[in-house]
C-alpha cells in the first residue's frame, strides 16, 4: 500500500491517524511514518485497511438518504 492509497483509506473510513493508531495499538509515530513514506506498511496492516475502506464504501450506498438534516423535535 502506498502512502497515498493509505490516506484515501483514512479518509474513506473517516479515521485520522490518531485513530489508526489508536485501534491498532501502535504508536502514531509509526502511523505517521507510513504515511510519510519512511517506512512501508506491513503487508497485513495494508490488507486490513484496504478490507476497511472497501467494506466503507459498499456501506455507503445502503446509507439511509431520508434521514439527512432531520432533527429530534422532543
Known amino acids: ?19 489508526l493508531a489508536r485501534v491498532l495499538e501502535c504508536d502514531l509515530l509509526l502511523v505517521e511514518a507510513w504515511m510519510d513514506g519512511e517506512i512501508e506498511i506491513p503487508p497485513k496492516a495494508a490488507a486490513w485497511i484496504e478490507v476497511l475502506a ?9 446509507k439511509p438518504k431520508g434521514l439527512k438534516g432531520k432533527r429530534f423535535r422532543g
Open 1 to 19: 500500500m502506498t502512502p497515498e492509497r493509505l490516506s484515501e483509506c483514512l479518509a474513506i473510513i473517516r479515521w485520522t491517524p490518531d485513530t
Open 54 to 62: 472497501q467494506t466503507h464504501m459498499v456501506a455507503e450506498t445502503g
